[in-house]
């Protein structure tokens, strides 16, 4: 009586197909997640081929077919493994560790942004977003950003390409509005990056700023103008011998040991917060207004 075992041959064959493809992956430098995807259907495919030769040829009164439990079990095995394989590609679960390994963090320059067409704005409105974030005052007369991005340096580059992807500038009348964005992150990535930007103002205009809880370093050198801060984080403030302006804050946490006039104090049942306080610089001819920082420092 003749005895066909059914999954013995399946078995050699996908063993012979994983040497196959592993050999040309190291050859031809596959993808090794292709390389997987092609080779499990094509066990499915010699299970097949086995059965159907089976009953072509060996359906007869004197065979008798038993079933090679190991190798059907371990063809299984794999079968089942390379389904899971197939859902994670579509998913992108796959591409996303990928990118985990083979990723660098570098620190990259952002796209530079350029505005001199000014005539008629008198006033600079900024949100910093979620990162810290420097602010000048220029005798230029054009308002430039720029910075460095920490981050993953992935298959595709960094994902801060062009302005639009880390800010909003928009002009309305007599105010040009700046809004920091969170830069774009893949959902599965270890590491999310982090932007530093700079922005330069000309010294003429009016500024604005909601800082968002953000940590903040502004510069007013020789400012021509007034400026307010709102809801800053810790506001680190360097003074030069050019500066001419007064400095008031208003309901804040801390500030540091310097010459603080007129200050006024008032305590709740949590804290103790700073009323209001000020400096003058110069002559003080103008004006930067702090309010609800959570500390502030002059250099």
């Known amino acids: 009586m003749r005895t066909w075992r059914v999954g013995s041959f399946s078995m050699g064959g996908a063993l012979v197909f994983l040497g ?3 050999l040309l992956q190291q050859v031809l430098d ?3 997640a292709v390389a997987l995807l092609s080779w499990w259907p094509v066990l499915f495919i010699i299970l097949g081929i086995e059965i159907l030769v089976y009953l072509a040829l060996f359906n007869k009164e004197n065979s008798h077919v038993k079933y090679d439990f190991i190798s059907i079990i371990f063809i299984g095995f794999i079968g089942t493994f390379g389904l899971a394989v197939a859902l994670l590609q579509t998913v992108g679960l796959l591409d996303a560790a990928n990118d985990y390994v083979s990723a660098e963090v570098k620190t990259m320059d952002l796209p530079k942004y350029e505005e001199s067409m ?8 900024v949100e910093a977003g979620s990162y810290p974030l420097t602010i000048e005052s220029t005798p230029s007369k054009k308002m430039t950003i720029f910075g460095t991005y920490k981050g993953d340096f992935g ?3 960094i994902p801060v390409k062009e302005i639009s992807d880390y800010a909003l500038v928009e002009k309305q009348g007599d105010t040009l509005y700046i809004r920091f964005k969170e830069i774009p992150y893949k959902r599965y990535s270890r590491y999310i990056g982090f932007v530093d930007p700079t922005l330069l103002i000309p010294e003429n205009i009016n500024l604005e700023v909601n800082g968002d809880g953000n940590s903040l370093e502004l510069n007013p050198r020789n400012m021509q103008s007034d400026w307010n801060v709102l809801d800053s984080g810790y506001l680190e403030i360097i003074v030069s011998k050019d500066t001419n302006a007064t400095m008031e804050v208003q309901d804040s946490r801390n500030l540091d040991k310097s010459k603080w006039e007129n200050m006024e104090k008032f305590t709740n049942e949590y804290e103790d917060r700073i009323k209001s306080a000020s400096q003058t610089f110069g002559a003080g001819k103008h004006s930067i207004v702090i309010k609800n920082a959570d500390g502030v420092n002059i250099k």
Do not use: E, N, Y
């Open 20 to 22: 196959v493809f592993l």
């Open 30 to 32: 596959w993808d090794p």
């Open 118 to 125: 000014l005539d008629g704005i008198t006033r600079v409105q």
């Open 155 to 157: 298959r595709d580059g």
